[in-house]
């Protein structure tokens, strides 16, 4: 029997007057939340007013007045809800509208200096970046943010660790809130994550010790991986590293939505491969297996014209007027249901050659495709893609289970970074045959 059927059930006759008058407690409860309702609407009518906000930007470091109220308006912040937040944030804007970029610079200096939390500056850009269409003028005071939190956050400065199971818990657990890209779904999956056949490394900034900015999960195998399925089973055994010859890295979160655009994971990569290639020099090769995740997206937008010449050597093998909405349904099908059989061979290949073509389409002279433009970015090439390779609820909803690889050969890189500025992402031979 469940906890609900051992609960008495409450009835209220209709007809009795005492039965609608609310109990003293409900109304206590009522009053108390309507006080403090109140009371942080009185807070928020006593925002300082633009003149005093104003000095934020204008006044000398020195300033004692203007000084402590940066700090009072930081503490204000870092209690406040979504609401308040948003108050405080466009209150700042109106004050600073005749301020040049110098002086907001100048304001961010002062409140860092205030406030003492690099965090708080994070959290200020993350809530510029999610606010800035509905607060006018929040883009241009987030711009000076930006500026210095890329100076705040030089890769000189970060500490990279290698993570195991033997971190602090409270570690673990933000590795658990922030994977991004695969959920840890339980603390078995986490404990096979960073076994001791696995590697899992972040960069931290001294100022922000505990938590980590971003974050990269490395597997090792024989042979390059194509399918994520196995390697996040958290019952698979924990194996030896003396066999392995490929590093493949599997997951690469950013942390910080405050910190969007200020790239510190190339480096991550490179450090990571040098700590390998120090600590397992039988690793040879190092590659990714990524998702691909605006490929739906592109392809449900493609006409059956423009997709029959993305197909091209292969289209007099596919049916006219399929659209590329069509080819999204019938490749989400095939994949969910014979992931490993070969009834539709032709059908698969369909697919691999429209996610190839998508993963090297390019707009701006930068890759169509954000993971491709990460890496590609930064020296790797297209080595494989992957048929089946993500069959959860994501995977096929992103990509129809498709993932590739992204080979990073150290001595390749500036190559590879010379080809795509030319207009020509470097691929495989066997991408490029699909």
């Known amino acids: 029997m469940s906890d609900q059927q051992n609960v008495p059930a409450v009835t209220t006759d209709v007809n009795d007057p005492l039965a609608k008058v609310p109990k003293e ?76 970029m110098s002086q907001k610079e100048q304001f961010f200096r002062r409140l860092y200096a205030q406030s003492d939390r690099l ?28 500026r210095l939190l890329s100076n705040w956050f030089d890769v000189g400065m970060l500490e990279l660790r290698h993570i195991n199971w033997d971190s602090p818990a409270s570690l673990l657990e933000k590795l658990i809130k922030y994977e991004a890209v695969h959920e840890i779904r339980s603390w078995d999956d986490m404990r096979r994550r960073v076994a001791d056949d696995r590697r899992c490394y972040a960069f931290f900034h001294p100022r922000m010790s505990d938590v980590p900015l971003i974050f990269v999960e490395v597997a090792f195998s024989e042979h390059i991986a194509g399918n994520v399925q196995a390697l996040l089973d958290p019952v698979q055994p924990v194996g030896g590293l003396e066999k392995s010859r490929w590093a493949i890295f599997y997951s690469i979160t950013n942390t910080q939505p405050g910190l969007r655009g200020i790239s510190f994971g190339n480096f991550l990569l490179r450090r990571v491969i040098d700590d ?31 997709v029959r010449a993305l197909l091209e050597r292969l289209s007099a093998d596919t049916e006219t ?103 020509k992402p470097s691929v495989s031979r066997k991408v490029q045959r699909l």
């Open 25 to 100: 407690s409900a109304l206590r409860g009522r009053a108390a939340k309507l006080l403090e309702r109140l009371g942080r609407w009185l807070d928020r009518e006593q925002l300082p007013d633009t003149e005093a906000l104003g000095k934020l930007y204008t006044a000398s470091s020195k300033d004692n007045a203007a000084n402590d109220l940066a700090r009072q308006w930081a503490d204000r912040y870092l209690a406040a809800d979504a609401d308040e937040r948003r108050s405080l944030l466009a209150a700042l804007v109106r004050a600073g509208i005749e301020s040049d």
């Open 321 to 423: 007027g399929v659209t590329g909405a069509d080819w999204v349904a019938r490749l989400r099908t095939e994949a969910a249901v014979t992931p490993d059989g070969d009834a539709a061979e032709g059908l698969r290949r369909v697919g691999l050659r429209l996610a190839a073509r998508y993963l090297t389409a390019l707009h701006n002279d930068q890759p169509v495709d954000p993971v491709a433009r990460f890496h590609l970015g930064n020296g790797a090439r297209i080595e494989h893609v992957n048929w089946a390779a993500n069959l959860s609820v994501r995977g096929l909803t992103q990509s129809c289970g498709m993932m590739v690889n992204y080979m990073y050969e150290p001595t390749q890189l500036d190559e590879n970074r010379a080809h795509l500025a030319a207009g």
């Open 119 to 146: 965090g708080l500056m994070v959290e200020l850009r993350a809530d510029m970046l999610r606010w800035r269409n509905q607060v006018a003028g929040l883009s241009e005071l987030e711009q000076p943010l930006a």
């Open 276 to 306: 390998l290639q120090r600590e397992l020099p039988h690793v040879r090769s190092y590659a990714t297996l990524s998702p691909i995740p605006g490929f739906v997206s592109w392809l449900e937008k493609q006409s059956a014209d423009e």
